[in-house]
């Protein structure tokens, strides 16, 4: 098969972090198809903008034909010029038909933003072959939750009127969210579509784990009891409740926390971190993905929180809960939506969103376990992992589901 799949923020691991579709796509290709990965030339994620002088550029990446599509830079992710991006990008993947000799079988149109959707509906009528469309977050409700944005605000009533068409449109939804077929408008008229296509990891890049540099290394305590957080630190993540429950147990001198990330957030936890006086909480800058599981080794317990919003109600599909279950550790997971991993793969414990008391509670039953229970715990979430996050395993599923379309 041709494939051609259109996110606006995918990213390889040359300029960025790689993104899910980097991943499925390469593993696509390694199985003899052909796959067109169209991304924007520059976005907020991107660690290496591409510098290009024409409106599209194809570079090959790992046998991937890496389609970058010129877009304006920008200083950061508030910034006007990222919405401007959103319909510059939808425009120039609707001409790509004039660069691409190659005709698809299919077409995959990966949102956020919805816009995407236009530009690929476009495509598809052209090259009449099947088109799917992805929805990696639900844009406009995350940013009427989250953002709190008006229902009535311009951009996200033209959002929704996207969206709507194009969950009318699409030959098949996909989601990374394990419960967005529960959404209503997918619910009540096109569950059918749906099929789930998780967030996951390339096993033989979590297994290379090289040496971590040594002012990280030295940066994290010994001798003490580590719980560790590796990853963004937005609102969204609930760190501010990991804070506050290593202020609750900042006189048990045997407990460390280490918090790893970078941004806004990051430095507004150091500065409550000060006035509290909390010298049991260490923060270290943002480290590359490769040191990620050597990282996770040194800790002996991983934290992820959300916070308590209905919109989880679809369930939560993170890239760090595949990579935190990988490396065998057990977690705690603070959340309070639909499909808690953690509890069905019995990979440590789960607590209530937002709740530091139960956080705290569940570090010190976790500290009190015998070395024996907490690796069998780790053991428990690396098998679910593997079964179930491999991106092999997830590539071949999903090109069933492709071939089973057209």
């Not at 169209?38 to 550029?57: C, D, L, W």
């Not at 933003?113 to 406009?140: H, Q, S």
């Not at 296509?197 to 990280?216: C, T, V």
């Not at 015998?370 to 053991?379: E, F, I, N, P, T």
Request: proline fraction near 4%; glycine fraction near 6%.
């Amino acid at each position: 098969m041709i494939i051609y799949i259109i996110n606006q923020y995918a990213s390889n691991t040359a300029v960025g972090d790689g993104s899910k579709y980097y991943y499925i796509a390469k593993e696509l290709v390694k199985m003899g198809h052909e796959v067109y990965l169209v991304s924007a030339s520059f976005t907020h994620y991107v660690h290496t903008p591409i510098n290009q002088k024409g409106n599209v550029y194809i570079k090959l990446v790992n046998g991937i034909n890496h389609v970058y599509i010129r877009t304006l830079n920008y200083n950061n992710k508030t910034s006007f010029k990222r919405v401007l991006n959103w319909f510059l990008f939808t425009y120039r993947v609707s001409n790509l038909y004039k660069f691409i000799s190659r005709v698809p079988n299919i077409i995959i149109a990966s949102s956020p933003p919805p816009f995407v959707f236009l530009g690929a509906y476009y495509l598809a009528k052209k090259f009449k072959v099947k088109l799917f469309f992805e929805i990696r977050d639900f844009w406009p409700l995350t940013l009427i939750k989250f953002g709190n944005y008006s229902v009535w605000n311009p951009l996200i009533i033209l959002m929704q009127l996207v969206e709507n068409f194009a969950l009318k449109k699409s030959d098949a939804i996909l989601s990374s969210l394990p419960f967005a077929n529960e959404y209503k408008n997918i619910r009540n008229q096109y569950k059918e579509k749906y099929y789930h296509l998780p967030n996951g990891f390339d096993k033989n890049e979590l297994l290379s784990k090289p040496k971590i540099p040594r002012n990280i290394c030295s940066a994290i305590p010994k001798g003490k009891f580590i719980v560790g957080y590796v990853g963004s630190c937005g609102s969204i993540n609930a760190l501010n409740i990991l804070l506050q429950s290593a202020e609750l147990l900042k006189n048990d001198k045997s407990i460390s926390f280490v918090i790893i990330g970078r941004g806004k957030g990051l430095n507004e936890l150091k500065s409550e971190a000060e006035k509290k006086k909390l010298i049991n909480i260490i923060f270290i800058n943002h480290i590359k993905k490769e040191y990620i599981q050597s990282v996770l080794k040194l800790f002996d317990v991983c934290y992820i929180g959300w916070q308590n919003k209905s919109l989880y109600n679809f369930g939560v599909s993170p890239q760090k809960l595949p990579e935190y279950l990988f490396s065998g550790k057990p977690i705690i997971h603070s959340y309070s939506g639909k499909g808690c991993v953690v509890k069905e793969a019995e990979a440590g414990i789960s607590v209530p969103a937002e709740d530091f008391i139960k956080v705290k509670q569940a570090v010190l039953k976790l500290k009190g376990m015998s070395v024996a229970q907490r690796v069998r715990l780790g053991k428990n979430g690396r098998n679910y992992s593997i079964k179930n996050y491999d991106y092999k395993k997830i590539a071949i599923d999903f090109e069933k589901f492709m071939k089973s379309k057209i």
